[in-house]
């Protein structure tokens, strides 16, 4: 069994919406002998709302020491790696922010934890380089998963119109400057529509429709809502949070330096000339949403996740 630690979040979005996906993933493998199930420590009766299949919850604090095993995400990786050590448990710490392992916890307990982890999961280029640079002598036990993205949720609409689409709790006084330096010199046939208290079908729909997305990401695992944009065929503007890099694609992807307000928003402006010109290439975005179709696919994240079983079943 395998008993994901998961915070409380009622909306289940970034790091919450993996955790569920992956115990939906493994249940629906229907493996034998193998279940994966969600754990609320801090409420057991506590559910996200999220439309996941064959999901399972813990609903007790009794624990099975020889067959369960505990993910933990790296935010509580020192203090619940400790716990499930006293309790004779096996885990495994699953990182899906290369830049959230110290958080809330001192280098020494960090590195306790991730010693005596059974295998440390990752889910992008980035973290794993993170992982390698801090524990090199671990290496043989980090794996790699893939995340995916549904592509047949977020496509381009068949009619695009002059939006730009942003999120602002993505680094909100970074939008607002964008925002106000782009505002006197924004065309009239353009409008700016921030996204925000949405579920995942009207952001697809949003996104499908716009044309020009702003990605505000900052020291991210790997950030999907840029992913998800440039599959809905946006222009994707502004920063990598790092772990961009892996898929910011020629093209359709232009990278802005952290904190450079003007010249991010001289690329916005720069990019609707050239779309109102006539003179923006979008077949090299038809090629580049084939690309990521591939690279964040749901047979690549299933695929991973049953090598991460049949590791686990070995061990």
Same mark, same amino acid.
């Given at each position: 069994?395998?008993?994901?630690?998961?915070?409380?979040?009622?909306?289940?979005?970034?790091?919450?919406?993996?955790?569920?996906?992956?115990?939906?993933?493994?249940? @629906?493998?229907? #493996?034998?002998?193998?279940?994966?199930?969600?754990?609320?420590?801090?409420?057991?009766?506590?559910?996200?709302?999220?439309? $996941?299949?064959?999901?399972?919850?813990?609903?007790?604090?009794?624990?099975?020491?020889?067959?369960?095993?505990?993910?933990?995400? +790296?935010?509580?990786?020192?203090?619940?790696?400790?716990?499930?050590? @006293?309790?004779? #448990?096996?885990?495994?710490?699953?990182?899906?922010?290369?830049? @959230?392992?110290?958080?809330?916890?001192?280098?020494?307990?960090?590195?306790?934890?991730?010693?005596?982890?059974?295998? #440390?999961? =990752?889910?992008?280029?980035?973290?794993?380089? =993170?992982?390698?640079?801090? $524990?090199?002598? $671990?290496?043989?036990?980090?794996?790699?998963?893939?995340?995916?993205?549904? @592509?047949?949720?977020?496509?381009?609409?068949?009619?695009? +119109?002059?939006?730009?689409?942003?999120?602002?709790?993505?680094?909100?006084?970074?939008?607002? %400057?964008?925002?106000?330096?782009?505002?006197?010199?924004?065309?009239?046939?353009?409008?700016?529509?921030?996204?925000?208290?949405?579920?995942?079908?009207?952001?697809?729909?949003?996104?499908?429709?716009?044309?020009?997305? %702003?990605?505000?990401?900052?020291?991210?695992?790997?950030?999907?809502?840029?992913?998800?944009?440039?599959?809905?065929?946006?222009?994707?503007?502004?920063?990598?949070?790092?772990?961009?890099?892996?898929?910011?694609?020629?093209?359709? $992807?232009? +990278?802005?330096?952290?904190?450079?307000?003007? &010249?991010?928003?001289?690329?916005?402006? &720069?990019?609707?000339?050239?779309?109102?010109?006539?003179?923006?290439?979008?077949?090299?975005?038809?090629?580049?949403?084939?690309?990521?179709?591939?690279?964040?696919?749901?047979?690549?994240?299933?695929?991973?996740?049953?090598? %991460?079983?049949?590791?686990?079943?070995?061990?």
């Amino acid at each position: 069994m395998l008993t994901y630690l998961c915070p409380n979040a009622k909306k289940a979005s970034g790091g919450v919406k993996v955790i569920y996906r992956h115990v939906s993933l493994i249940n @629906d493998m229907q #493996i034998a002998q193998v279940k994966a199930q969600v754990f609320h420590p801090k409420d057991v009766s506590f559910r996200c709302d999220a439309s $996941f299949a064959n999901l399972g919850f813990k609903k007790d604090f009794i624990f099975n020491k020889k067959h369960e095993v505990f993910v933990i995400h +790296e935010m509580w990786a020192a203090r619940e790696a400790r716990i499930a050590r @006293d309790k004779g #448990i096996r885990y495994i710490i699953q990182v899906q922010g290369g830049y @959230d392992i110290f958080r809330k916890a001192d280098i020494a307990s960090v590195y306790t934890a991730y010693q005596h982890a059974e295998l #440390i999961t =990752c889910v992008s280029d980035d973290i794993y380089a =993170c992982l390698l640079f801090l $524990f090199p002598e $671990f290496e043989q036990k980090i794996y790699r998963l893939h995340l995916s993205v549904e @592509d047949d949720v977020f496509k381009p609409a068949m009619h695009k +119109e002059n939006i730009i689409t942003y999120m602002p709790r993505k680094l909100e006084k970074h939008s607002t %400057l964008v925002m106000n330096f782009i505002a006197r010199k924004l065309p009239a046939s353009w409008k700016i529509f921030p996204i925000q208290n949405m579920n995942q079908q009207a952001v697809a729909e949003t996104l499908g429709r716009s044309k020009i997305f %702003l990605s505000f990401s900052e020291l991210e695992g790997l950030g999907l809502p840029p992913i998800e944009a440039a599959l809905a065929g946006n222009l994707v503007i502004g920063y990598t949070g790092e772990a961009g890099k892996e898929y910011w694609l020629e093209g359709q $992807f232009h +990278e802005v330096k952290c904190g450079d307000i003007r &010249s991010f928003s001289e690329m916005v402006l &720069s990019k609707i000339k050239e779309m109102d010109s006539g003179h923006f290439d979008f077949n090299k975005i038809k090629h580049n949403i084939t690309t990521l179709q591939d690279k964040y696919s749901p047979v690549r994240e299933l695929a991973g996740l049953r090598g %991460l079983v049949d590791q686990l079943i070995k061990g």
